[in-house]
């Protein structure tokens, strides 16, 4: 079945590997985005593919593009607060986690529900909880629990302490799903891409904080493999599930994958909690914010699955890291060239 879809931060890592599978696939999509020329030159070369300049954040904006659509997927999220809110609970009040993370997801659920839209994916994260220790945990933590009211139209919205703000609009026969996926690393991540990038300019020593954290790093492909078979799916609705590669890892284990990879050999110093601290606070505030103590908290949590959802439910043999990273991380990008291989069909095409 073809469908109108309509993705939100597609224009981000996740939604570009996204998008061109859709698109492979016969979709008509259209992505929303804040930097149209920015994007225009990677993303306009996939056949059916719609690329809108657009502030989502605005009512009148968002519904106007989603006019249309069929199919709603809300990949926007963000690491790092430029404004960041109050830090106790509920979450960061007035910040951009929570203008992200909570106020846009109630928008575009509202926004769905107000169109008749039938169906809306929604990316949230592993560890997502309304009471988790940082700010990002509890906002995702929220913007998933409105979503996932938003599919019960017998829910009431103020019985949920913090679901503060306006009444959604339950909208009869939405049905959503929300994925809770792990670290996403692939062609074009920020994560091994970042560690190698650090790793390069660091001599001698790496003072790592929280090494001892666990993550279980699942590979983008699969994600979108798990968004594409859900969109169809009727045993999906309603549900989130967690999605994982098929080894958890310690932060300093997959640093020193990444020394092997890149031929760096430095010393990785553990951080003690205290000195971490004082380290991310100094790092927050520099250009890119590299750690931030709110990153800190979040690594508390241990970031793996409780269930094998990708197997179990969707029928995908998670990949490891080490048949993929490799293959981008000191080689050149695969995906660039997939991309380049589309350029010259659609020009011997014209």
């Not at 259209?30 to 056949?47: F, W």
């Amino acid at each position: 079945m073809t469908h109108h879809i309509a993705i939100l931060g597609g224009s981000g890592f996740v939604g570009r590997h996204l998008a061109e599978r859709l698109c492979q696939q016969g979709h008509q999509v259209r992505i929303l985005t804040r930097n149209r020329e920015r994007n225009r030159e990677e993303l306009l070369i996939l056949p059916g593919l719609e690329l809108v300049q657009a502030n989502v954040l605005d009512p009148i904006e968002l519904e106007a593009q989603l006019q249309g659509r069929d199919v709603v997927i809300n990949l926007v999220g963000i690491l790092h607060e430029r404004r960041r809110g109050r830090n106790d609970l509920p979450p960061a009040r007035h910040g951009d986690f929570e203008k992200i993370h909570i106020e846009l997801p109630r928008l575009v659920a509202n926004t769905c529900a107000r169109l008749g839209i039938p169906r809306l994916l929604h990316m949230s994260a592993l560890g997502a909880n309304p009471i988790a220790p940082s700010a990002y945990l509890r906002s995702k933590g929220i913007g998933e629990e409105i979503i996932r009211q938003a599919g019960e139209n017998s829910a009431a919205l103020g019985h949920f302490t913090y679901l503060n703000g306006p009444k959604l609009l339950w909208g009869r026969g939405l049905k959503v799903t929300s994925f809770r996926p792990s670290v996403i690393f692939g062609d074009g991540d920020s994560f091994f891409n970042r560690f190698a990038q650090l790793l390069r300019s660091v001599p001698f020593v790496v003072p790592l904080a929280k090494a001892d954290a666990k993550l279980q790093p699942v590979w983008v492909e699969d994600v979108v493999s798990a968004f594409v078979q859900a969109m169809d799916d009727e045993k999906t609705y309603g549900k989130s599930f967690e999605l994982c590669g098929p080894k958890v890892y310690t932060l300093a284990e997959l640093l020193r994958f990444t020394q092997q990879q890149i031929g760096k050999h430095q010393v990785i110093l553990p951080l003690c909690d205290l000195v971490a601290t004082v380290q991310a606070a100094i790092l927050e505030k520099l250009p890119g914010k590299i750690l931030t103590r709110d990153n800190l908290l979040s690594l508390s949590v241990d970031n793996v699955c409780q269930r094998d959802d990708l197997r179990k439910v969707f029928g995908i043999e998670p990949s490891s890291l080490e048949s993929i990273v490799p293959s981008y991380l000191n080689q050149g990008s695969s995906r660039a060239g997939r991309l380049a291989e589309v350029r010259k069909r659609r020009g011997e095409a014209a």
